[in-house]
Nanobody
Framework: QVQLVESGGGLVQPGGSLRLSCAAS????????MGWYRQAPGKQRDLVAA???????NYADSVKGRFTISRDNAKNTVYLQMNSLKPEDTAVYYC????????????????WGQGTQVTVAS
């Protein structure tokens, strides 16, 4: 079983910055893609940004130029640096990771964190 623990959310004024972190733990053999999703009240969960093990990135159009995703493969951790935040960025942000676990049986995993609230308001 793989656990993802997010941190770094909070309340910030428009134009401000936040940095989210997500650490994966468990019997992890390898992680392929790590990503951040967000879900605002009454809306579906959407991709914000993703990064592969090789460092290729993908961003939602709404955050390009403002958010930066990065990862530390040695620490199984992914980060999301969010700059120039807008009220419409307010949402619960979820971390996601997929890969392979080892143990008595090798298996693919696709895990989610518990979510962290980001609120952008004055």
């Amino acid at each position: 079983q793989v656990q993802l623990v997010e941190s770094g959310g909070g309340l910030v004024q428009p134009g401000g910055s936040l940095r989210l972190s997500c650490a994966a733990s468990g019997s992890i053999f390898s992680i392929n893609t790590m990503g951040w999703y967000r879900q605002a009240p009454g809306k579906q969960r959407d991709l914000v940004a993703a990064i592969t093990s090789g460092g290729s990135t993908n961003y939602a159009d709404s955050v390009k130029g403002r958010f930066t995703i990065s990862r530390d493969n040695a620490k199984n951790t992914v980060y999301l640096q969010m700059n120039s935040l807008k009220p419409e960025d307010t949402a619960v942000y979820y971390c996601n990771a997929d890969g392979v676990t080892y143990g008595s049986s090798w298996a693919d995993f696709d895990s989610w964190g518990q979510g962290t609230q980001v609120t952008v308001a004055s």
